[in-house]
């Protein structure tokens, strides 16, 4: 093994074992929660080593590194999430790769995502990101929908073609009630997606906890956890 394929196995057993031991404390099954590893600022290298060692779920926050590194990657077996604020000039390029966007938070949005999906022949899994720190109707500090557009937002994903609701997103608050408070918060969206899923069953997935507070997310009931940094190291500065 190269030093940093040794490395990269070293950093993903060690959250496979946080997250099976999660898991145990929650009294779930290891099977329920799939790793994402969010490769934002590494290499598509890196991208190669982890599907090596197993890793098939990926993810990116900007298209302009995200792209090229799709494309050089494209013969791994390997499922794209996009999970950063998407403009909608960018997404005819994500559409390209993205098998999931977990960003979803605004109409226009979901009209571009829709329409570059029927061009594409593609059909993209939608995630709405929630933002609780942000008032009933407004969008939060890092994008996102309160909880109060969930429902509305919702119902255009599902009626697009092109597109499936796959659930729900968020980002720990670093303001307002939630801040400090990530376990309440994965809880609070747990309760949206119970909410979500009475009107769309299928809307089962639940992406929340990343290195820091995955644990938090395991026992709330997350179905994702995104961990980044703990798996490829502290990122490099983006120059």
């Not at 949005?109 to 720190?133: F, H, M, N, P, Y």
């Not at 307002?176 to 299928?202: C, Q, W």
Request: glycine fraction near 10%; proline fraction near 3%.
């Amino acid at each position: 093994m190269t030093d940093r394929k040794t490395e990269l196995a070293a950093n993903l057993a060690n959250v496979e074992q946080r997250i099976t031991a999660a898991c145990a404390a929650a009294g779930r099954e290891r099977e329920e929660v799939t790793l994402i590893v969010v490769t934002k600022t590494y290499p598509a290298s890196d991208v190669r080593i982890l599907s090596e060692l197993g890793v098939r779920h990926v993810a990116e926050n900007r298209d302009q590194d995200a792209a090229p590194k799709a494309a050089a990657c494209a013969d791994l077996p390997l499922k794209w999430h996009f999970v950063g604020q998407l403009q909608t000039n960018k997404v005819r390029s994500v559409v390209g790769y993205a098998d999931f966007v977990q960003s979803v938070d605004r109409d226009r949005l979901v009209t571009a995502l829709s329409k570059e999906a029927g061009r594409a022949g593609r059909e993209v899994g939608c995630l709405i990101q929630v933002a609780l720190d942000a008032g009933e109707s407004a969008r939060g500090e890092r994008g996102g929908v309160a909880p109060g557009g969930i429902e509305e937002l919702a119902g255009l994903v599902a009626g697009a073609p092109g597109l499936r609701l796959d659930g729900l997103m968020t980002v720990a608050p670093l303001t307002g009630e939630y801040a400090g408070r990530e376990h309440a918060a994965f809880e609070r969206l747990m309760d949206l997606s119970t909410d979500l899923r009475r009107a769309h069953p299928a809307a089962t997935m639940v992406s929340a906890g990343m290195s820091a507070d995955l644990e938090q997310a395991v026992a709330a009931g997350a179905t994702h956890v995104r961990v980044g940094t703990a798996v490829l190291g502290v990122r490099p500065g983006l120059g």
